[in-house]
């Protein structure tokens, strides 16, 4: 099932016993058989490992949560493009197969940290809890998207390739129980960060105990666990280690802003700007999608506010079918705007707003329609009124849009309220329920023998 990792590392290295920043080596191509831990010296290079093959997946996952919905239309040469902007994908999609690869390869490196690291001797305590709970992080979050991307999916926990060769998939119920354990487990063991704290990058980029309260919260908002939802998505938000930023533009422009909870990283030697998913190429060089019409007249509504800066108009664009615009989120490397951003804080407010108005709370201080007043103030927005349940809640829905925008969460907040067919049987009339799941790429199904005939339906 992984035969081929990507491996190359973040922006910023953190060592793990000074935390001072190290030179990176330019990326190669590496055999996960030549992956090495055999004294301590190992263990932050295949840690730094286990976070590339975390960020080979960001993209890909950017491009399922945007690109199979409303929030594009195709605009270039690509067939992959093609598939997603039509609604006709298939199982043969290069974005399907690279979002599944690369999720396995986190898996993958996640398990040989686990399986590995308690066999050398010489590693601090301290050190070994930590990068163990980073595994154990990492590999919660590729099930998480996993799962929720393909449905059942199988169940990997060894680096034995034998075993992996030939793997059925596992239910979500199972897939989901094992999540929450690996949470669960490195919560743990997890650093943590002091209220207040200024180090952005480090927070950013490796995972402490409030990223995976994070990821706790959108665990449970996905589950319809309100209350747990609830009080995760609180607990993030007094953490005092994450802040919003004063300005919506700054979202926009610039990487490593004092609200990003999880974000994976690039620079001048590691351009990403020119691959096959890069975000950049696809949405600002070759324009191969551009933002919808509707997302366009929804981006430019009155209660979006300054959030139209996710998206920018060119006139010299404006030809055929191509409405002149394009999205602004993902720069170049000379730029400060090509990261990628996993979590940030602006979500918990979503999270939070959403669980409460599950369970009734509207209204005051501790209400749902308050922390949508929380973004709509930074957007300059008019802010939004106490209403019914069902009125809140696609007010909820409308402020994901406008503020999680090209950040990989409307296809999966469509599919996991039910209002996936509502939307999208008006958008396109290509759309069919089985796009509530992406398919099991074709190269799983025919390397995989227990894979076979298991495809998702309709694909």
Not at 56 to 74: K, L, R, W
Not at 148 to 174: E, L
Not at 290 to 307: D, F, K, Y
Not at 318 to 335: C, H, I, M, P, Q
């Amino acid at each position: 099932m992984i035969r081929l990792i990507r491996y190359s590392v973040l922006v910023v290295l953190v060592s793990l016993a000074a935390c001072q920043p190290v030179l990176e080596p330019k990326p190669v191509a590496l055999l996960v058989d030549d992956l090495v831990l055999n004294e301590p010296n190992d263990v932050q290079t295949v840690r730094v490992g286990l976070y590339s093959a975390l960020r080979g997946s960001a993209s890909p996952n950017i491009i399922a949560g945007d690109f199979t919905v409303d929030n594009i239309q195709f605009n270039g040469t690509f067939n992959d493009y093609r598939e997603l902007g039509t609604k006709q994908i298939t199982a043969a999609n290069g974005a399907v197969d690279a979002l599944w690869q690369n999720l396995y390869s986190t898996i993958y490196v996640a398990n040989f940290i686990l399986e590995r690291l308690p066999l050398v001797s010489g590693v601090p305590e301290t050190t070994r809890k930590s990068v163990t709970a980073e595994a154990r992080f990492l590999r919660g979050w590729a099930n998480f998207i996993g799962v929720y991307t393909y449905g059942d999916i199988p169940q990997v926990t060894t680096i034995d390739r034998s075993i992996n060769s030939n793997i059925p998939r596992t239910d979500k119920t199972t897939i989901l129980t094992s999540v929450l354990a690996d949470y669960t487990a490195a919560l743990t063991d997890l650093p943590t960060v002091a209220s207040g704290s200024t180090d952005i990058t480090t927070n950013a980029t490796y995972a402490n105990k409030i990223t995976c309260q994070a990821a706790m919260a959108r665990y449970y908002l996905y589950l319809k666990n309100w209350a747990k939802a609830e009080e995760l998505a609180t607990t993030v938000i007094n953490s005092g280690v994450y802040t919003l930023e004063a300005n919506f533009i700054d979202i926009v422009l610039k990487d490593f802003t004092h609200e990003s909870i999880l974000e994976v990283g690039y620079n001048l030697t590691d351009d990403p700007g020119t691959g096959n998913f890069a975000l950049n190429n696809l949405l600002v060089g070759r324009r191969e999608v551009i933002p919808s019409n509707q997302l366009v007249l929804a981006l430019n509504s009155t209660e979006s506010g300054t959030r139209n800066t996710t998206i920018g108009f060119d006139s010299n664009n404006l030809k055929g079918n191509d409405n002149g615009w394009s999205v602004r989120k993902y720069g170049t490397a000379s730029e400060d705007n090509n990261n990628i951003v996993l979590m940030r804080l602006a979500e918990m407010y979503l999270i939070r707003a959403e669980a409460r108005a599950q369970q009734g709370k509207l209204a005051g201080t501790t209400g749902a329609v308050a922390d949508i007043n929380v973004l709509r103030t930074r957007a300059k927005a008019p802010a939004a009124a106490v209403g019914a349940q069902a009125d809140v809640l696609l007010v909820i829905e409308r402020e994901r849009q406008y503020e999680l925008a090209f950040e990989g969460h409307r296809w999966y907040d469509l599919v996991r309220t039910g209002r996936a067919q509502a939307v999208m049987s008006s958008f396109s009339p290509n759309w069919n329920a089985k796009y509530e799941l992406w398919p099991i790429p074709q190269t799983e199904i025919q390397q995989n023998p227990a894979l076979a005939g298991k495809q998702n339906p309709g694909y």
